[in-house]
């Protein structure tokens, strides 16, 4: 399940409680698609934030936040945007006007080596659009953890259409797992903190590799690693 939520459009007192935490009703859809072998990939947010811990606690980080690992959900993977270079990305944010209070004239992902797992690309992605300067053709470029959490779900389900009978667990240790045979390739720019949990960016062939070498189509079997 991908999501890919803007919290300036999503109506808060659904999503968290008074005390900043997740409504009770949140956590039980999440813990439910985990036990119907569901993931619940999310997006990290764009305001360069560290999500881990209790600071910031607020309630425009949810539901990335439940990604901490106090909250238990082991089929929750929360994405960071990385760009062409494979560095946690900048983007600019001219879909917002600078009287918004939300403007920033450069916004960066969010991360957390405990709350955030993993990056993919974000910057400069040809998608469809509501918002595009060609409103014709619906197509635009954009900029985002929105969309780069896509790419993860997405890779999810091509591992899920090779081999339907995969389980939570074995999906996050297919991508999640630490080192250099599992699905994602080295972040570079990185410091202690600002970083995600496996210090990669996806990679959809490592990934699909781990997942069982022998399901991999034919095309993916002769990629040469870099192309």
């Known amino acids: 399940m991908n999501g890919s939520f803007g919290y300036d459009h999503w109506p808060q007192d659904k999503?968290?409680?008074?005390?900043?935490?997740?409504?009770?009703?949140?956590?039980?859809?999440?813990?439910?698609?985990?036990?119907?072998?569901?993931?619940?990939?999310?997006?990290?947010?764009?305001?360069d934030q560290n999500l881990?811990?209790?600071?910031?606690?607020?309630?425009?980080?949810?539901?990335?936040?439940?990604?901490?690992?106090?909250?238990?959900?082991?089929?929750?993977?929360?994405?960071?945007?990385?760009?062409?270079?494979?560095?946690l990305t900048t983007f600019p944010r001219a879909d917002l006007p600078?009287?918004?209070?939300?403007y920033e004239a450069d916004a960066k992902t969010n991360y957390g080596v405990e709350t955030v797992d993993i990056a993919a690309p974000g910057r400069d992605i040809y998608s469809t659009s509501l918002l595009g300067t060609n409103l014709t053709q619906g197509?635009?470029?954009?900029?985002?953890?929105?969309?780069?959490t896509p790419m993860v779900a997405g890779a999810i389900s091509l591992a899920l259409s090779m081999k339907p009978t995969l389980t939570v667990s074995q999906i996050?240790?297919?991508?999640?797992?630490?080192?250099?045979?599992?699905?994602?390739?080295?972040?570079s720019g990185t410091t202690t903190t600002r970083n995600v949990y496996t210090g990669g960016r996806l990679s959809?062939?490592?990934?699909?590799k781990r997942i069982d070498d022998d399901y991999l189509?034919?095309?993916?079997?002769n990629v040469v690693m870099g192309d």
């Open 98 to 102: 600078t009287s918004d209070p939300n």
């Open 52 to 87: 881990d811990g209790t600071t910031p606690n607020s309630a425009m980080w949810y539901p990335a936040k439940l990604g901490d690992p106090s909250y238990g959900l082991t089929n929750m993977v929360v994405v960071a945007a990385s760009n062409s270079s494979d560095q």
């Open 217 to 221: 189509p034919y095309n993916f079997k």
């Open 204 to 208: 959809v062939y490592k990934f699909l």
């Open 139 to 148: 197509y635009a470029l954009d900029s985002g953890t929105s969309m780069a």
């Open 172 to 187: 996050n240790s297919a991508l999640l797992g630490l080192g250099t045979t599992y699905g994602h390739e080295p972040l």
């Open 15 to 47: 999503l968290v409680s008074t005390t900043v935490d997740p409504t009770p009703s949140l956590l039980q859809r999440i813990e439910e698609a985990e036990g119907l072998g569901i993931m619940f990939v999310v997006a990290a947010h764009n305001h």
